[in-house]
């Protein structure tokens, strides 16, 4: 069975940081497309940032330059960096997994249950 835990969410002052980690157990990640997911309420989720089994990297373009996502596969975790929070990333974060080495294409496979965010101006 494969679970990912969400860990490292928490409340901040705009501008403060938080780091977010996602620990996989039962699946070996290292072949995978690994994402960060946020949705606030009352609003759709969105794609906040992927990071392929090359270490290829995307960001939604709100995030670009604030935040950095990357993974150690030895320790089954995927990390979000989140710099110069504003209020506006006020959600909870899901990490997922897509099977498959490229993140092009393709639903994620596992979802997490999600750590808030909540960023005060």
């Known amino acids: 069975d494969v679970r990912l835990v969400e860990s490292g969410g928490g409340s901040v002052q705009a501008g403060g940081s938080l780091r977010l980690s996602c620990v996989a157990s039962?699946?070996?990640?290292?072949?995978?497309?690994l994402g960060w997911f946020r949705q606030a309420p009352g609003k759709e989720r969105e794609m906040v940032a992927t990071i392929s089994y090359y270490g290829t990297t995307n960001y939604r373009d709100s995030v670009q330059g604030r935040f950095t996502v990357s993974r150690d596969n030895a320790k089954s975790t995927l990390y979000l960096q989140m710099n110069s929070l504003k209020p506006e990333d006020t959600a909870m974060y899901y990490c997922a997994v897509r099977r498959g080495s490229s993140c092009s294409g393709g639903s994620f496979d596992y979802w997490g249950r999600g750590t808030q965010v909540t960023v005060s101006s």
């Open positions: 039962g699946y070996t990640i290292s072949y995978s497309c």
